[in-house]
């Protein structure tokens, strides 16, 4: 998996992409990441990234030489990958986004600051505005941190477990996890679910589909809707009473 980044602060990435599922992916070769400072492709003394709005109002808007300048040195190095630009104006990221990148094998993420990028720039490089949820951050650098980690989690042998990726929430055809436990056996007075602890596969692997299931309901309905539910399914759920919302 190879992922490109335009950021006017690397630095507030290089932990992120240094330690854990990330580091050791790039360690094994398994991610490639390439970071690409619009300030390092400036023409002016000052090394102007940004300037005032045309049409007034508060802030600064990121320029638009520098900036292309760094999209197009990423997409000479990748010139499969489509340009993303984070921003709550985009399409809402979701595990089949995740799955498609990690699929199509490379992915430039630009991880704008002040007000936002000057729109020529989107018109012209942009292939896709992508939204991690409705909410502002300050930059878009730990929205991009966000989808490279689950982006990676999914290149195979990064997770020591095939399964994990596929088992963890929006894993099983798009359900909610199920509860985990691990010693210890009693903690606080509160034990384990019986069923967890009897050795029985198959009663442990009905258990969890459940748990999910009735999860799922409870505080994502709309996500089963979507779900490729079995009979098995559609008859434990219309057992379940009226949803407790939790
Ligand atoms: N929400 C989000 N999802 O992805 N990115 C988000 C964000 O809030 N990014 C902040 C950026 C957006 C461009 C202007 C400067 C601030």
């Known amino acids: 998996m190879k992922v490109g980044v335009i950021t006017l602060f690397p630095e507030l990435m290089d932990g992120a992409l240094e330690h854990g599922v990330i580091g050791r992916a790039r360690t094994k070769g398994q991610l490639e990441l390439e970071l690409s400072n619009p300030r390092d492709l400036t023409a002016d003394k000052h090394r102007t990234v940004d300037d005032r709005p045309f049409g007034g109002g508060p802030g600064m808007v990121m320029t638009p030489a520098p900036l ?28 089949a986004m995740a799955r498609a990148w990690q699929a199509h094998g490379s992915v430039i993420l630009v991880a704008g600051r002040y007000e936002g990028i000057d729109e020529r720039v989107i018109d012209r490089l942009v292939d896709e505005e992508v939204s991690l949820g409705d909410f502002v951050l300050s930059g878009g650098e730990f929205a991009a941190l966000a989808i490279i980690d689950a982006v990676t989690r999914l290149e195979p042998g990064v997770l020591g477990d095939p399964l994990s990726a596929e088992e963890d929430s929006f894993g099983i ?14 903690y606080e007075n509160q034990t384990v679910p ?21 999860r799922t309901r409870d505080r994502r309905p709309e996500l089963l809707e979507k779900a490729d539910l079995t009979k098995e399914d559609k008859v434990f759920l219309t057992s379940l009473g009226p949803s407790d919302g939790n």
């Open 68 to 95: 292309s300048a760094a999209i197009v040195s990423l997409k000479e190095a990748m010139p499969e990958a489509p340009v993303v630009y984070l921003s709550p104006q985009g399409r809402p990221f979701d595990q």
């Open 173 to 186: 055809e798009g359900l909610l996890d199920c509860p985990h436990y691990t010693r210890p056996e009693v």
């Open 194 to 214: 019986a069923v967890l602890m009897s050795g029985d596969h198959k009663a442990i692997a009905r258990w969890r589909r459940q748990q999910s299931l009735a």
